[in-house]
């Protein structure tokens, strides 16, 4: 059982190019989110999906879009990346009614120039 | 108002000593207060959870104590070993337009020596 898997792991952008993060679950969640990890900063929303073509915005939604045309997907996508934008991407999912208890993957680093 | 506030940044433990980190909030909304574990590499995972309806919870070495009054909740490790040298997360959880909204603390970088 895979859990939360995100691709890529690992990826260098220049500022104004964009990118897509993907993350899939095996466990049948209706809730996935993203958020954006930072020194000092802990983690932070950026958007949340509460089921298949719905998303919604979190605490830091600037910047990105995101889309859910899979139950057991939810991409990330940066249009225009910014070196603001360098950060450690996680992606996570929950079942209804166990909306705490957040299933994490293991994080894509992105870092933009 | 929707801040939780964690303390210290790190915590540097020698081996079978207490570690203690302390979280509090504002917002009394909140009614779920779990601690995430972190390793190098890899995502937060649950670690122990507390409802405000009780003061303390303990699941082995690890202890959540709950005080409703001061909006205060922190983390004990009894007896630390190497093996738990992490970053922690406290967090707190309310229902925000029908769904529930967890807020995180900012962390802390526990290191336990042999």
């Known amino acids: 059982n895979a859990g939360v898997t995100q691709t890529p792991k690992f990826r260098v952008l220049k500022t104004g190019q964009s990118m897509t993060l993907l993350c899939a679950q095996d466990?049948?969640?209706?809730?996935m989110y993203w958020y954006r990890q930072d020194p000092g900063m802990g983690l932070r929303l950026i958007h949340y999906?509460?089921?298949?073509?719905?998303?919604a915005k979190g605490e830091v939604p600037d910047g990105y879009n995101v889309s859910r045309l899979k139950k057991q997907n939810f991409l990330l996508g940066l249009e225009s990346a910014a070196p603001s934008q360098t950060s450690v991407y996680f992606c996570?999912?929950?079942?209804?009614?166990?909306?705490?208890?957040?299933?994490f993957g293991s994080g894509t680093q992105l870092s933009v120039l | 108002q929707q801040q939780v506030k964690q303390s210290p940044q790190s915590l540097i433990v020698q081996k079978g000593g207490i570690s203690i980190i302390n979280c509090a909030y504002e917002?009394?909304?909140?009614?779920?207060f779990p601690w995430y574990q972190q390793f190098p590499g890899k995502g937060p995972a649950l670690l122990i959870a507390?409802?405000?309806?009780?003061s303390e919870k303990k699941e082995g070495r690890f202890t959540i104590s709950f005080n409703k009054s001061a909006k205060q909740f922190s983390l004990h490790i009894m007896d630390s070993q190497p093996g738990d040298s992490a970053t922690y997360f406290c967090?707190?959880?309310?229902?925000?337009?029908?769904?529930?909204?967890?807020?995180f603390g900012t962390g802390t970088r526990l290191q336990v020596f042999p």
């Open positions: 917002n009394t909304a909140f009614d779920y």
């Open positions: 967090a707190a959880s309310m229902l925000f337009k029908n769904t529930d909204k967890l807020i």
């Open positions: 507390i409802r405000p309806d009780v």
């Open positions: 996570a999912s929950t079942k209804i009614g166990y909306n705490e208890k957040l299933f």
């Open positions: 466990m049948n969640h209706e809730y």
């Open positions: 999906s509460v089921g298949e073509g719905t998303t």
